[in-house]
């Protein structure tokens, strides 16, 4: 199983940015899919996630609820988080897993949000 996030980078507080989890080694449809988030000095902290096959369903924390949408494409095996408005506090590593706890995550990537 691998999972590399992308996307990343330096923001200034409101925009946006669209982060990028390519996966291999696994049936990547059968498996709903989340997206979590570690800021520096605190734990890991789950932000959304996607069910398997049509990803018709999606959940999300309240901390970015209204902020950030996540879809997948089953066909390229890539799983997205579109994030908008962003804030400082948003910034944190972003990886991707197949579980809510971030067991199974891959390499992330890192966003910084100056206010």
């Known amino acids: 199983v691998q999972l590399q996030a992308s996307g990343g980078g330096l923001v200034q507080a409101g925009a946006s940015l669209r982060l990028s989890c390519a996966a291999s080694?696994?049936?990547?449809?059968?498996?709903?899919m989340n997206w979590l988030r570690q800021a520096p000095g605190k734990g890991v902290e789950w932000i959304a996630t996607?069910?398997?096959?049509?990803?018709?369903?999606?959940a999300y924390s309240d901390s970015v609820k209204g902020r950030v949408t996540i879809s997948r494409d089953n066909v390229k095996n890539m799983l997205y988080l579109q994030m908008n408005n962003l804030q400082p506090e948003d910034t944190a590593l972003y990886f991707c897993?197949?579980?809510?706890?971030?067991?199974?995550r891959g390499q992330g990537t890192q966003v910084t949000v100056s206010s």
């Open positions: 897993a197949r579980d809510r706890a971030g067991n199974t």
């Open positions: 996607i069910n398997g096959g049509s990803g018709g369903e999606t």
């Open positions: 080694g696994f049936t990547f449809r059968a498996f709903w």
